[in-house]
């Protein structure tokens, strides 16, 4: 549909306010990292310059539907006016709204008021004090799993109780009580209060009707959507091959250490640790991928490298395994290479990086580094960091762990704490004399005293070997390479026959659909195995999101390749790119207890879809770089170039409907959890900018330059770099409440 005349300007105003915002709200993330949260919020987020930009593209965007009579579409005519309805929400909390602290104590009389973040006193219209406050524990642990207060409000009405816990309000008369916070003396809690009920209502139906019109938008027959599912490009398709490559690990002489055998019984105890009980193995891992860079080192499995540590200290200490980064760290500590031996760090003046540790040069944080690397084998060596060793405190549902290196509590029997001090001496003894039988027989009965003393609060033995399983079975280096390898070729092949128009045996395409599926059981298999071990969706940090991009990435391509057979070389890259990120990104995954406020399961529907989201502008990037490359090749490609268009249009609506949904489950979330549903934080704003950059590609029959393939192409390139800024450079650089994705 073309615009002409009046409704011309519309358009611009319309879409010259969207594309004013970007760089306004971007800048804005910057000038916050600069001069604080309070300086961005007052004098760009909320500004009335601000909010008027805001209702003038709101205002000419009704306009511009109005006059291109958008109501003969009826889907999508409700979809354009859910976000107008959003925004309408948005601008009521804004006015209205309030939101403070309420600190309130077991021993203090009720309160009738709370503190606004302007130090004003918002009086309720009723009473409200604290009856009672505790922590709630993950079994067998002092990691708390939860904190419930129960409040008590009176007013002409009576007294009524409710409780207030993380993730779960307390609404009275539309003011909402969320858990903030609590007294070091557990008598004491702090609640967010939010007032708000008109902006909430309007924003929440906006949400619901967004959902809606997005479900039947891909419904609707004659939608854009379905109208590309019906391009004629897509009735032809391509082959393309694929090979592997494989290479074999150097194995090299190291110094002393247990056996293979013995040393995985000494890491088939339990320990507490990372705030969870688990298999003393995830520590070894751990521990070595941490010190030496790798799970492995020099042949030796990392519970021969921890146990060698531990056992052969005076060799290991001699050993140049500590990976080191930097160039001036590594001076310091008189070393040329990346390795240094623990002798390394100190000499007759004393410790060799104190003054970098004290220093504000950017050295400091490889000094940092290095010196986290220094303080754990000292734990280890010493034998602090092996809480090995459960007591059941009396009258008390927890358990208490104990290392080495620690004292007895005072309610603790003589001959219990006998045990915790000789048993580990013991085993030390029949290793000094080599017999190793001895040691696994003294380390069973130390793994029998772990179950007796810990009871209902260790992990179940399905749990318990499916985590070993899982820290056995992490191939992520070799797979992230033959990904990439297979990735790459694949996309030469693919873009060789598409410029000599020579078609490809349709054996590669079966074999590539067979590593596929194999790739696919595995990374299913080891997402699973997280869940099972770590009792939450994996979706709590970057490693995991990473995995699950990884696992999409390969379960789009195994739906849609057989449509969009292109679509096969992006499915490796995708999974080799993820998985490379995954472990760049942490060299050391640990698996831990959530914090209370991420136990939600929004948040795990929210990183699912804006995760999908990301994996699909993926593949329209990718699809933009084979377009350019086509181009390059030879001039006549325009039925290939417009192909390749038709692809990235039609994966584009799903991918901007996926990130919609998930910024929109994440202010749910946030809501439920902070009592706001967005916050200006600079991770929420990037991804509202990637949100509205990649809209204006949706609209190609109002903007006539994404009608050009090229340009589109060139587009799809461009904004994903907005996706590379949302997920790496906000948590890098911005910072923000988003520190953990």
Same mark, same amino acid.
């Given at each position: 549909?073309?615009?002409?005349?009046?409704? @011309?300007?519309?358009?611009?105003?319309?879409?010259?306010?969207?594309?004013?915002?970007?760089?306004?709200?971007?800048?804005?993330?910057?000038?916050?990292?600069?001069?604080?949260?309070?300086?961005?919020?007052?004098?760009?987020?909320?500004?009335?310059?601000?909010?008027l $930009?805001?209702?003038?593209?709101?205002? *000419? *965007?009704?306009?511009?539907?109005?006059?291109?009579?958008? &109501?003969?579409?009826?889907?999508?005519?409700? !979809?354009?006016?859910?976000?107008?309805?959003?925004?309408?929400?948005?601008?009521?909390?804004?006015l209205?709204?309030?939101?403070?602290?309420?600190?309130?104590?077991?021993?203090?009389?009720?309160?009738?008021g709370?503190?606004?973040?302007?130090? @004003?006193?918002?009086?309720?219209?009723?009473?409200?004090? $604290?009856?009672?406050?505790?922590?709630?524990?993950?079994?067998?642990?002092?990691?708390?799993?939860?904190?419930?207060s129960?409040?008590?409000?009176e007013?002409?009405?009576?007294?009524?109780?409710?409780v207030?816990?993380?993730?779960?309000?307390?609404?009275?008369?539309?003011?909402?009580?969320?858990?903030?916070?609590?007294?070091?003396?557990?008598?004491?809690?702090?609640?967010?209060?939010?007032?708000?009920?008109? +902006?909430?209502?309007?924003?929440?139906?906006?949400? !619901?009707?967004?959902?809606?019109?997005?479900?039947?938008?891909?419904?609707?027959r004659?939608?854009?959507?379905?109208r590309?599912?019906?391009?004629? *490009?897509?009735?032809?398709s391509?082959?393309?091959?694929?090979?592997?490559?494989?290479?074999?690990?150097?194995?090299?002489a190291?110094?002393?250490?247990?056996?293979?055998?013995?040393?995985?019984?000494?890491?088939?105890?339990?320990?507490?640790?990372?705030?969870?009980?688990?298999?003393?193995?995830?520590?070894?891992?751990?521990?070595?991928?941490?010190?030496? +860079?790798?799970?492995?080192?020099?042949?030796?499995?990392?519970?021969?490298?921890?146990?060698?540590?531990?056992?052969?200290?005076?060799?290991?200490?001699?050993?140049?395994?500590?990976?080191?980064? +930097?160039?001036?760290?590594? @001076?310091? $500590?008189?070393?040329d290479?990346?390795?240094?031996?623990?002798?390394d760090?100190?000499?007759?003046?004393?410790?060799?990086?104190?003054?970098?540790?004290?220093?504000?040069?950017?050295?400091?944080?490889?000094?940092a580094?290095a010196?986290?690397? #220094?303080?754990?084998?000292?734990?280890l060596?010493?034998g602090s960091?092996?809480?090995?060793?459960?007591?059941?405190?009396?009258?008390?549902?927890?358990l208490?762990?104990?290392?080495?290196?620690?004292?007895?509590?005072?309610?603790m029997?003589?001959e219990?704490?006998?045990?915790i001090?000789?048993?580990?001496?013991?085993?030390?003894?029949?290793?000094?004399?080599?017999?190793?039988a001895?040691?696994?027989?003294?380390?069973?009965?130390?793994?029998?005293?772990?179950?007796?003393?810990?009871?209902?609060?260790?992990?179940?033995?399905?749990?318990?070997?499916?985590?070993?399983?899982?820290n056995?079975?992490n191939?992520?280096?070799p797979?992230?390479?033959?990904?990439?390898?297979? +990735?790459i070729?694949?996309?030469?092949?693919?873009?060789?026959?598409s410029?000599?128009?020579?078609?490809?045996?349709?054996?590669?395409?079966?074999?590539?659909?067979?590593?596929?599926?194999? !790739?696919?059981?595995?990374?299913?298999?080891?997402?699973?195995?997280?869940?099972?071990?770590?009792?939450?969706?994996?979706?709590?940090?970057?490693?995991?999101?990473?995995h699950?991009?990884?696992?999409?990435s390969?379960?789009?391509?195994?739906?849609?390749?057989?449509?969009?057979?292109?679509?096969?070389?992006?499915? #490796?890259?995708?999974?080799g790119?993820?998985?490379?990120?995954?472990?760049?990104?942490?060299?050391?995954? @640990?698996?831990?207890?959530l914090?209370?406020?991420?136990?939600?399961?929004?948040?795990?529907?929210?990183?699912?879809?804006?995760?999908?989201?990301?994996?699909?502008?993926?593949?329209?990037?990718?699809?933009?770089?084979?377009?350019?490359?086509?181009?390059?090749?030879?001039?006549?490609?325009s039925?290939?170039?417009?192909?390749?268009?038709?692809?990235?249009?039609?994966?584009?609506?799903?991918?901007v409907?996926?990130?919609?949904?998930?910024?929109f489950?994440?202010?749910?979330?946030?809501?439920?959890? &902070?009592?706001?549903? &967005?916050g200006?934080?600079?991770?929420?704003?990037w991804?509202?900018?990637?949100?509205?950059?990649?809209?204006?590609?949706l609209?190609?029959?109002?903007?006539?330059w994404?009608?050009?393939?090229?340009?589109?192409?060139? #587009?799809?390139?461009?904004?994903?770099?907005?996706?590379?800024?949302?997920?790496?450079?906000?948590?890098?650089?911005?910072?923000?409440?988003?520190?953990?994705?």
């Amino acid at each position: 549909m073309q615009t002409t005349g009046n409704d @011309r300007l519309l358009k611009i105003a319309a879409f010259g306010c969207a594309a004013l915002i970007i760089p306004i709200l971007a800048a804005a993330t910057v000038f916050e990292k600069i001069y604080g949260s309070d300086f961005a919020r007052e004098h760009i987020y909320t500004a009335l310059p601000m909010l008027l $930009l805001w209702g003038f593209a709101a205002f *000419s *965007s009704l306009l511009y539907l109005l006059k291109r009579k958008m &109501w003969r579409r009826p889907v999508t005519f409700c !979809l354009h006016l859910a976000f107008l309805l959003i925004l309408v929400g948005a601008l009521l909390t804004h006015l209205s709204g309030r939101q403070g602290k309420l600190h309130l104590r077991t021993d203090e009389p009720p309160v009738p008021g709370f503190l606004l973040s302007d130090d @004003r006193t918002m009086q309720l219209p009723f009473t409200v004090s $604290l009856a009672d406050f505790h922590p709630e524990y993950y079994t067998g642990t002092s990691a708390p799993s939860d904190f419930v207060s129960t409040v008590t409000v009176e007013d002409s009405y009576g007294k009524t109780e409710g409780v207030v816990s993380m993730n779960n309000i307390f609404n009275y008369r539309h003011y909402r009580f969320y858990q903030s916070g609590y007294d070091a003396d557990g008598k004491g809690s702090v609640f967010t209060v939010s007032h708000d009920p008109c +902006g909430i209502t309007v924003t929440y139906i906006g949400y !619901l009707w967004l959902l809606l019109s997005m479900i039947g938008f891909f419904f609707e027959r004659n939608s854009a959507f379905r109208r590309l599912l019906r391009h004629p *490009s897509l009735r032809r398709s391509a082959m393309i091959a694929a090979i592997a490559v494989l290479s074999a690990p150097h194995v090299a002489a190291a110094p002393r250490t247990l056996s293979r055998e013995t040393a995985e019984k000494f890491c088939d105890l339990h320990i507490y640790y990372n705030d969870r009980v688990c298999p003393l193995q995830t520590l070894a891992r751990d521990f070595t991928l941490k010190i030496c +860079g790798k799970s492995t080192y020099e042949g030796l499995t990392a519970e021969q490298v921890l146990t060698g540590w531990f056992f052969y200290y005076d060799d290991w200490k001699n050993e140049p395994c500590i990976k080191i980064k +930097g160039a001036q760290t590594a @001076r310091l $500590l008189g070393i040329d290479g990346k390795f240094a031996r623990l002798t390394d760090f100190t000499d007759v003046n004393g410790y060799k990086l104190d003054d970098a540790l004290r220093s504000d040069d950017a050295n400091r944080r490889n000094a940092a580094a290095a010196n986290e690397k #220094f303080s754990i084998i000292s734990t280890l060596c010493t034998g602090s960091l092996l809480k090995i060793y459960p007591y059941a405190v009396p009258r008390s549902e927890t358990l208490q762990w104990y290392s080495l290196a620690d004292r007895p509590s005072e309610d603790m029997p003589y001959e219990q704490w006998a045990f915790i001090r000789g048993s580990m001496d013991m085993v030390a003894e029949r290793i000094a004399v080599k017999d190793d039988a001895g040691a696994i027989v003294l380390l069973e009965k130390i793994k029998q005293y772990q179950v007796k003393e810990g009871g209902e609060s260790m992990p179940s033995n399905v749990r318990f070997r499916a985590e070993k399983i899982y820290n056995r079975a992490n191939f992520d280096k070799p797979l992230a390479m033959m990904c990439l390898t297979i +990735g790459i070729l694949c996309f030469m092949i693919f873009c060789f026959s598409s410029a000599m128009r020579k078609p490809l045996s349709g054996r590669f395409v079966r074999l590539l659909n067979v590593m596929l599926g194999i !790739l696919f059981l595995y990374l299913t298999a080891q997402i699973a195995m997280r869940w099972n071990v770590s009792r939450h969706i994996p979706l709590s940090n970057g490693f995991e999101t990473m995995h699950f991009m990884a696992w999409c990435s390969v379960l789009l391509t195994l739906v849609l390749q057989r449509r969009l057979r292109m679509l096969l070389p992006f499915g #490796f890259l995708m999974c080799g790119f993820t998985l490379l990120v995954a472990m760049m990104g942490e060299s050391s995954p @640990r698996i831990t207890n959530l914090m209370p406020v991420l136990q939600s399961p929004l948040l795990s529907f929210h990183v699912m879809f804006v995760m999908a989201a990301y994996t699909l502008l993926a593949f329209t990037m990718l699809n933009g770089l084979m377009a350019v490359v086509l181009r390059l090749a030879r001039r006549n490609c325009s039925e290939d170039i417009e192909y390749l268009r038709t692809v990235s249009r039609i994966v584009m609506y799903p991918a901007v409907f996926c990130l919609t949904v998930g910024i929109f489950i994440g202010a749910v979330w946030a809501n439920v959890s &902070w009592g706001r549903y &967005w916050g200006w934080d600079p991770k929420e704003v990037w991804a509202l900018i990637t949100l509205m950059i990649y809209s204006f590609a949706l609209h190609s029959d109002s903007l006539s330059w994404f009608r050009r393939p090229m340009f589109f192409h060139l #587009f799809c390139i461009g904004a994903f770099l907005n996706v590379l800024i949302t997920y790496f450079g906000v948590n890098f650089i911005l910072g923000g409440m988003h520190g953990y994705a």
